[in-house]
């Protein structure tokens, strides 16, 4: 059973700081792509930053580049998002997913086969 947790959100104003964590309960957790998605209230569920299996590439939204960092360690079998210069429009439910399949470019939610519960930002101003 693969299983995906998220942890680290919280609430934070704006300007603050978070990291965000996945841990994946996945035997070959280094074969899989990685992503951070998000979906604020009244939203659609939209693409964050995805990270290649080695980690050698990641890819970013337009909102998140410059302020967002995504990493791996696949030793310890978790994904992060370091979360910098946070903003109120950040605010959204964050969910980490893992795809086989793919590099972690695909901003597509079909394209993950595993999804985690999700982690609450909350960012005020």
């Known amino acids: 059973q693969v299983q995906l947790v998220e942890s680290g959100g919280g609430l934070v104003q704006a300007g603050d700081s978070l990291r965000l964590s996945c841990a994946a309960s996945?035997?070959?957790?280094?074969?899989?792509?990685m992503a951070w998605f998000r979906q604020a209230p009244g939203k659609e569920r939209e693409f964050v930053a995805g990270?290649?299996?080695?980690?050698?590439?990641?890819y970013y939204a337009d909102s998140s580049k410059g302020r967002f960092t995504i990493s791996r360690d696949n030793a310890q079998n978790t994904a992060y998002l370091q979360m910098n210069s946070l903003i109120p429009e950040d605010t959204a439910v964050y969910s980490c997913?893992?795809?086989?399949w793919g590099g972690g470019r695909s901003t597509s939610l079909s394209a993950y086969e595993y999804w985690g519960q999700g982690t609450q930002v909350t960012v005020s101003s």
């Open positions: 990270i290649s299996w080695s980690g050698s590439s990641t």
């Open positions: 996945i035997r070959t957790f280094s074969t899989y792509a």
């Open positions: 997913a893992a795809d086989r």
